[in-house]
């Protein structure tokens, strides 16, 4: 999922909506024109479709389901890489088996991102206008965990940038005693953990993933983990979402997607927070 967006953000988007489902589409359809003033949705019910309104005009952003009643979304998603008339278009999965399929490997890098049906369709607005239409500004703190001080140093500028509080914490071993000291107070800490895979010292940022989500039994929804990995072996990428990542990007970073990334999980562990009044 390391590829560039070089899409250009629009006040008036034209998001693809391809699902085999007339209601997921219907639904969908509803959020997305409620939530983004100003969007057009073409909504397809097949790959067929699909191809048909790609050549008509020119679309911002796609969603597909990963299940058509013509082809899988995976087909869908080169077919769009390889005639879109645009440099590059996002194409977010939409599926309810997102994780299983995210562990065995089966969404490759024609797809952009992918988002899981379980979160609702409000969330799927609020993950799509990330991309069409991102925020400048938000808040929360954020523990961002980075043995590299001129890596740590120009990611933290960025994440400044958008009004976000930042811990920084040099090893995995700083980050357990961070968050250890702060469910001693009785608190969470942070709303995000960010962290490099490869570390220095004895635990890599996959060991504080488990210890996130073993020792201190903090699932998705309570303290989300985005992990960055160089890593391009898929069976290690899939160990870290089997581990209980919320999600991964890919190195070298490009800050538009991790943005859209950290921002999306941000905004879903906050309001899981105030729905459950902790």
């Not at 969603?63 to 440099?87: E, K």
């Not at 072996?233 to 950290?262: C, F, I, S, W, Y």
Request: net charge negative; glycine share 8%; charged share 30%.
């Amino acid at each position: 999922m390391n590829d560039v967006l070089r899409h250009i953000a629009s006040d008036n988007p034209r998001v693809m909506v391809v699902d085999g489902s007339k209601v997921a589409r219907t639904l969908v359809t509803r959020v997305l024109e409620k939530d983004l003033p100003g969007a057009t949705v073409i909504a397809c019910a097949s790959g067929r479709e699909a191809k048909q309104a790609l050549h008509e005009g020119v679309v911002d952003l796609v969603t597909t389901a990963l299940r058509l009643p013509d082809m899988d979304g995976t087909t869908l998603a080169h077919y769009v890489r390889d005639n879109a008339s645009q440099a590059y278009i996002p194409i977010v999965a939409v599926s309810g088996d997102v994780e299983e399929r995210l562990q065995k490997r089966e969404i490759d890098d024609a797809i952009t991102d992918y988002f899981d049906k379980a979160a609702g369709y409000a969330a799927l607005a609020d993950f799509i206008r990330g991309y069409v239409a991102p925020v400048e500004r938000a808040e929360g703190k954020v523990l961002y965990v980075e043995d590299s001080r001129v890596v740590a140093l120009a990611t933290r500028r960025m994440l400044e940038r958008y009004g976000l509080e930042v811990h920084l914490s040099g090893s995995a071993e700083e980050a357990v005693e961070f968050l250890a000291a702060a469910q001693d107070r009785g608190e969470i800490g942070p709303d995000l953990v960010l962290t490099d895979v490869s570390l220095k010292g004895e635990m890599s940022g996959g060991d504080l993933l488990e210890w996130i989500r073993i020792d201190l039994k903090l699932g998705k929804g309570r303290l989300p983990v985005l992990v960055m990995t160089g890593d391009e072996n898929p069976m290690n990428q899939a160990a870290l979402l089997k581990a209980g990542a919320n999600d991964l990007v890919e190195k070298p970073v490009e800050e538009r997607l991790l943005m859209t990334k950290l921002l999306f999980q941000l905004r879903v562990a906050q309001r899981s927070r105030a729905q459950s009044g902790s």
